[in-house]
């Protein structure tokens, strides 16, 4: 059978709160309620986490989801809601959902510049954004104890999770840890994870309507080019009429004969390419 993951922990860990306790009961580990909740005293998520993290380090393999339904189920507990979350139907953690922010994501492994710039950023969350990462906790605690600073540990932590990850260090794995509820970081992830030379570059302007621009553009040019040929402002009514037998036009009022100023063939390609560049 197989053995619960830690994503599937840190959510249960959330949605179990204060119920930690009698959880820790049912699955046996009555004697470690007391020292969980004096060292890690006044915050219940924590604590029960860590009672979850004690369970499965002591059970290996054995911990299961199985094991874990029929803890939630008992009459003393009775969270046939949880069970049925987290231990039925596939339920394995909020890790793997579809990542929710507007834009693309940096390709490849998370880059050492932007480690340094996210470590100022995650505060005290670093420990639950190493878990997310799949970091374990021995690796986190002693990051804790070797660094008294809150930014040495969140750097080192990144540190250590590009080093062991390699390929999998990545901004997608970093997306949905910071987006996970556990921390919800949104903006330190659309800050650092999404790819914002596209929506530099873009032009803001539909292709549509630059068509329609550049078509009213060109009639304008036309349109200006006749009235200096002519004399006639532009927008005066001018007569022009094709000759069945030749080449001959009607001339205006003032006596010169209109034509329209030559248009290079490639005149609306070149003003199409130039619209869009800039």
């Known amino acids: 059978m197989e053995s619960v993951s830690t994503s599937c922990l840190i959510d249960l860990a959330f949605d179990l709160s204060?119920?930690?306790?009698?959880?820790?009961?049912?699955?046996?580990?009555?004697?470690?309620?007391?020292?969980?909740?004096?060292?890690?005293?006044?915050?219940?998520i924590e604590q029960a986490y860590r009672m979850l993290q004690t369970w499965k380090q002591?059970?290996?393999?054995?911990?299961?989801?199985?094991g874990l339904g029929e803890a939630l189920t008992t009459q003393v507990l009775s969270r046939n809601d949880l069970a049925q979350k987290y231990c039925e139907g596939g339920n394995r953690g909020s890790l793997e959902t579809e990542i929710d922010l507007q834009?693309?994501?940096?390709?490849?492994?998370?880059?050492?510049s932007d480690i340094i710039s996210i470590a100022n950023d995650l505060g005290k969350d670093w420990l639950w954004v190493g878990r997310l990462l799949g970091l374990e906790d021995a690796t986190l605690d002693g990051i804790r104890d070797a660094h008294t600073q809150m930014y040495e540990c969140s750097y080192k932590m990144l540190e250590i999770w590009v080093e062991r990850r390699i390929?999998?260090?990545?901004?997608?794995?970093?997306?949905?840890?910071?987006?996970?509820?556990?921390?919800?970081?949104r903006d330190v992830a659309e800050k650092y994870c999404l790819d914002h030379r596209e929506s530099q570059t873009a032009s803001s302007v539909p292709p549509e309507e630059g068509i329609q621009q550049l078509n009213e553009k060109?009639?304008?040019?036309?349109?200006?080019?006749?009235?200096?040929?002519?004399?006639?402002?532009?927008?005066?009514?001018?007569n022009i009429q094709s000759s069945t037998e030749g080449e001959t036009v009607n001339k205006s009022e003032t006596g010169s004969t209109p034509s329209t100023p030559p248009v290079?063939?490639?005149?609306?390609?070149?003003?199409?390419h130039h619209h869009f560049a800039v």
């Open 264 to 272: 290079p063939d490639d005149w609306y390609n070149q003003e199409l």
């Open 58 to 66: 002591r059970n290996g393999t054995q911990a299961t989801y199985q």
């Open 18 to 44: 204060v119920d930690w306790r009698k959880l820790a009961r049912a699955l046996g580990l009555a004697n470690e309620v007391q020292r969980i909740g004096e060292d890690y005293r006044k915050n219940v």
């Open 218 to 238: 060109m009639e304008h040019l036309q349109l200006s080019g006749l009235s200096k040929e002519t004399g006639v402002a532009a927008g005066s009514p001018v």
């Open 103 to 112: 834009g693309h994501l940096k390709s490849g492994q998370v880059s050492m």
């Open 167 to 185: 390929t999998q260090a990545t901004y997608e794995c970093l997306a949905r840890a910071l987006l996970h509820r556990t921390v919800g970081m």
